[in-house]
Structures are given as C-alpha cells and as structure tokens.
C-alpha cells in the first residue's frame, strides 16, 4: 500500500500559526507556576529604610557520611534580592524538595558594615515557603554596640581624618595606649585582628602587624 502524506500549503500552515497564542502569552497565562513569593522591608535602629541592602535566601539539608558514621550540613545560597531606595525586596523561587530547611540571611561579608551594624540573626522560613503562596518578612538591622562611641569620635576627629578612617573601617580599638612623657601620642591596639597603630595625634607613625590574639583582660 502506498504511504500517502498530506503537506500543507502555506496559507493553512499559516491559519494554524494565527490561531495559536504566541510563547510569551502562554506563559502568562500559565503563571509562575509553584513560585513563592518573599517580600518584605529592610530598616535601620531609627527606622529608615536600607537601600542596596542583601537579602540571601539559603537553603540547608543534613548530609550522611558513610565513611565516618557522622553527620554534616551542606548549606547553599539559593536566591537573593538587593533592597531598593524604600528598603523593599522581592524573591520569587520554589520550594527544592531536596533540602529540608530554608532560611532567609540579612548578611553578606562582602557588603556588610560591621562598625556601623551588629550581624543580624538568619530569619528561618521552612514551614512558611514550603506551605504558603506569600510571605511577607520584615527585618531591623540593629546597631553595633560600639557605634554611638565611634560616631562621637568621628564627630571629634574628623570622618576624613586619619584617626577617622581608621575607626570608621575598624571599630573601637581594644585599648588606647597613651604614654605620660609624649603628649598626644598613642597606640591604637586591635588585638582581634592583629594590628596596633602607633599615633602622634592624626599622624599614623607605624602600623605593627603581629598574629591575633584574644584581648587582654582590664586589671582590677
């Protein structure tokens, strides 16, 4: 028997191609489909918003491993959003059936100022990203305890000043070391980070580089 095949001429193909909805309307008319959307705002101590703030959506699982009998954590980034000048994000993303715990993080070692802030705490989202369409979390990121200190100082020294500079980018030093017989001289010791800065009043004399160490303890 022979095989019959039937082509269409262009003026059907193109009756077809007329009635069919184009890609990006079947898209939208699919919707995001199993999406959920995180949204919230971002505030300082004060109030006010942060602008080009990081929000990271983290997700977790627990990990077996065989070959010591133990358990472990793998833990990875898996959206994030930057607030814009109202302090306002937004992520849509999908619950990964293959981790168990979802956690949203307001921090980036990359961008974070931790003169000016305290880091804050991971806010955990598990029950509700897994279960609901939206939700809407708010966050404050609090001040370091430091920083009325250091903005007294800035406002004392200078923002532009040496000694401004280096607060501003290191925090309060551990101790201020001044010495009765040089006047205006000190030595700025972050013990923490391995750093003493010997000073004659805004003139950085020498910077000391030595291995961290814990602070010592005030005497009694």
């Known amino acids: 028997m022979r095989r019959v095949e039937r082509v269409l001429g262009w003026g059907a193909l193109a009756a077809i191609l007329a009635l069919a909805p184009p890609a990006s309307a079947q898209d939208a008319a699919s ?7 995180i949204h919230g705002t971002i505030r300082d101590q004060a109030g006010a918003p942060l602008a080009d703030y990081p929000i990271r959506l983290i997700k977790t699982k627990t990990t077996l491993r065989l070959l010591h009998f133990s358990t472990g954590s793998r833990q990875v980034e898996y959206g994030r959003a ?5 302090g306002r994000f937004e992520i849509k993303m999908a619950p990964d059936p293959q981790f168990d715990y979802f956690y949203l993080r307001f921090y980036d070692p990359k961008t974070f100022d931790p003169v000016r802030f305290s880091v804050p705490a991971d806010v955990d989202i598990t029950k ?13 990121i609090l001040d370091h305890p430091d920083w009325t200190k250091v903005e007294a100082l800035l406002s004392e020294f200078g923002a532009q000043s040496n000694r401004g500079k280096i607060l501003r980018s290191l925090g309060l030093p551990e101790r201020r070391q ?5 006047p205006g001289r000190e030595s700025w010791w972050y013990y923490a980070k391995g750093l003493c800065y010997q000073l004659q009043g805004d003139q950085v004399l020498k910077i000391r580089n030595f291995d961290p160490v814990i ?4 005497s009694a």
Request: proline letters at 12%.
């Open 31 to 37: 919707g995001d489909s199993g999406l959920v959307v």
């Open 128 to 140: 509700s990203f897994k279960t609901k369409p939206e939700l809407e979390v708010d966050s404050v």
């Open 215 to 218: 602070p010592p303890r005030p």
């Open 82 to 86: 930057q607030t814009d000048s109202q």
């Open 178 to 182: 001044t010495f009765a017989d040089a």
